[in-house]
Every structure is written in structure tokens, then in C-alpha cells.
């Protein structure tokens, strides 16, 4: 079933140019189109809070409960951004269930524990909110990279409160050391105080679906607020003794954008662990990958092997120690994360240990008897 047919007919002839402000399409018309024949309704939900949620339909914000899509897998369950299917009447509505994701943002609840938390659903752009008012934090950076890339978005690295670098060629230098850690990603300057850059992140976002994230006090309302074009989200003042901002935000909130397209504000992230994201990892990694390519063995762990690219490059400047670390970082917490709900990997992991140690008891005996 078309968009047109699907909007041509009596009990919805408003839905496209309702819903089509918060991303409603063809594709999603097409993937609704058995729920209509039941007389189920479509709607986008814009904020979810114990139990029931805030959803966006053709004839307005409905309140509905989430009984029937509430499992036992935290990544299942309905959350902002979510196409939800709904019962036409009722009281209380109930969400059936909601439409298959295209993305999801995911990352692990507690470095302890193996569940995952979605925090945001069918997202095409994550803008990555860092502050220019304290020092950068290049591997937090890198961290959200990877969840970004993992969640099938396409990442967006946003340097606000640029005002607070008057010196150009400092705020050059800071920029500069973002891109090298975010290869592949557009990084822009913006300042909510000022205006700059606001126009241009607005021309980024006015298509599909962004989702803002980044820690408390990194200027995420407010940047909400400079695109939205109003007062919104509540902003508070930034702390005298360090210059950073206070927590804001508590909810997961989606709007529609003046411009064009629609935003998901989101809490500052305390923790931003991994969840299965090997794969953005080597995203945001690329380049080790690149040189990875050229060691003399398939299975190098990039420290003493001989023939090792990445060390070769890690030698020569052209990779910064500090890069390799952080990627051995990430790759280790994330394979934790994975062992945890995987036993298969828990098995090699340990076999590899044992074989590590074994290697190790070998050449302190070697030494010890002057065979090494």
C-alpha cells in the first residue's frame, strides 16, 4: 500500500501531512500498512515515562500505556523515537507495539553488569555535544564515536561554547585534535551565546533525525533551544568555580525542528559504556585498522610482535601512542560486555589467558637457566 492510498482514506486522510513533520515516509506507510487493515493507528513516540509514553499521532499528543511492549530484553522495550502502533479508542490507550527500527542507539547500563540501554530509536544523525569550556576530553569522544557508528547513525561532533575561546588559533588547535580522533566525521564550532555555527547545524540536522548527547553541562538544551528557535528545554547558568554546566535535562525528549526535521534531547550520559560495538570501534579506529594490514601477522596484539605495522607507525609519528591505547581500551571493554552474554567467547578468552600465562611461566623459566 502506497503513502497516497494509505492517506486517501476517510479515517486518515491526515496523517502524511501530520505525522510527515516527525519523519513519517513512504517506507514507514508500507511498514504499517497490515496494522491499518486492523484499524490500528501509527504515531511517533516523543517521551516515554514509567510505564506509559507521549505519542505524536495525526490527531495530536495521545498518552498511552506500554503494557503489551514491555519485555524482558531492555533493548525491546519502546522508547523516544519509536514508531508506536496504537489502539484507535480506549481508556487508557495501549501501544500494540511499534514499528521494526532502523537504528538504535545502545550503550551498556553499568561496566558490571551486560544489559544493554537504548536511549534513542530510527535516528539518522548523533550530534555529539563536547564543551570548549573545560579541557577535552579526547577518549570520552572517542567512546561516543563508536556508539554512534555502532547504532547505524551517522556522528556529528559539535564543540560548543566556542565563545569562551576567543583566540583563534587555540580554537583551531582544539579543533584540529578532534578531527584527528574523529576521522570521517564532520566536526563544527558553535556557540548558542553568539549564533555561530547554529545555521550551519540546523542545514545538517534539517533531514531525518538527530539525537544530542554528551554529558551534563556540556550545553545540549541550550544548543536544543538555539535550533528550535525558543525556549523549550530549561537551561541553568554554568558554575562559577569551574566554568562547566549544571545537569538539565531528565527525560528523553523528541521535537520537531522549525527548519526541518526532528530532535531527540537526551540527559547527560554519567557513563558511556560500550555494548557490543566492535564494529564502531574499528570505525573509529580506522586508520590502526589500516596499518594493522601491513603486520607480518594476522593475529598481532600490536606490542612486541616483529613485522608490527601499528608499532612501525606508533615509531615513525604518524600514529600517536595515545590512539593505540584508547583503542586497546575500548576493544577490551567491549569484548567483556560481549563475554558476559557470550560463552563461546568467555571460552576463548580464558584459553588465551591460560596460553598467555603458559607463554609467560615459559620464558621466566628460560631465563632463569640461561636458555633464553
Not at 516515554?48 to 499521532?57: A, E, F, K
Not at 608499532?311 to 567483556?336: C, F, H, I, P, T
Request: charged residues 25%.
Amino acid at each position: 500500500m502506497s503513502l497516497s492510498a494509505f492517506s486517501a482514506s476517510p479515517s486518515s486522510s491526515s496523517l502524511s501531512s501530520a505525522l510527515a513533520p516527525y519523519g513519517w515516509d513512504e517506507a514507514w506507510a508500507t511498514e504499517f500498512a497490515p496494522y491499518a487493515d486492523q484499524g490500528l493507528l501509527p504515531g511517533r513516540v516523543v517521551r516515554v515515562d514509567r510505564g506509559q509514553c507521549d505519542v505524536m499521532t495525526a490527531d495530536g499528543i495521545v498518552r498511552a500505556d506500554t503494557a503489551f511492549v514491555t519485555p524482558h530484553d531492555p533493548l525491546r522495550v519502546i522508547c523516544t523515537g519509536d514508531w508506536a502502533v496504537l489502539e484507535a479508542h480506549g481508556k487508557p490507550r495501549y501501544v500494540k507495539t511499534y514499528l521494526p527500527r532502523r537504528t538504535a542507539f545502545v550503550r551498556s547500563t553499568s561496566s558490571q553488569r551486560s544489559e544493554g540501554q537504548i536511549l534513542a530509536a530510527n535516528v539518522d544523525h548523533a550530534i555529539i555535544a563536547v564543551s570548549l569550556a573545560v579541557e577535552l576530553d579526547l577518549g570520552r569522544i572517542e567512546r561516543f564515536l563508536a556508539l554512534a557508528w555502532e547504532s547505524g547513525a551517522q556522528p556529528l561532533v559539535v564543540l560548543t561554547k566556542a565563545d569562551l575561546v576567543p583566540d583563534p588559533v587555540t580554537l583551531g588547535h582544539l579543533v584540529e585534535d578532534v578531527e584527528t580522533t574523529a576521522p570521517g566525521v564532520q566536526v563544527l564550532t558553535v556557540s548558542s551565546m553568539t549564533g555561530e555555527g547554529t545555521d550551519v547545524l540546523a542545514a545538517v540536522v534539517g533531514g531525518g533525525t538527530s539525537v544530542l548527547l554528551g554529558i551534563s553541562g556540556a550545553g545540549k538544551s541550550t544548543l536544543a533551544n538555539a535550533l528550535l528557535g525558543e525556549d523549550v528545554m530549561e537551561v541553568q547558568s554554568t558554575r562559577d568555580v569551574d566554568g562547566k554546566g549544571r545537569h538539565t535535562t531528565t527525560t528523553r525528549n523528541l521535537l520537531a525542528l522549525p527548519g526541518g526535521g526532528v530532535l531527540i534531547d537526551t540527559p547527560g550520559l554519567r557513563g558511556v559504556g560500550l555494548f557490543d560495538a566492535e564494529a564502531g570501534v574499528g570505525q573509529v579506529f580506522s586508520e590502526i585498522e589500516e596499518y594493522a594490514e601491513r603486520c607480518r601477522f594476522h593475529d598481532c596484539a600490536h606490542e612486541a610482535e616483529p613485522g608490527c605495522g601499528v608499532r612501525a607507525a606508533v615509531d615513525s609519528g604518524e600514529l600517536a601512542e595515545r590512539r593505540l591505547e584508547s583503542y586497546r581500551k575500548l576493544l577490551r571493554e567491549n569484548q567483556r560486555i560481549v563475554a558476559k552474554t557470550d560463552a563461546r567467547l568467555r571460552a576463548e578468552i580464558r584459553r588465551d589467558w591460560r596460553l598467555r600465562s603458559a607463554e609467560g611461566r615459559a620464558n621466566y623459566s628460560a631465563k632463569r637457566t640461561g636458555r633464553a
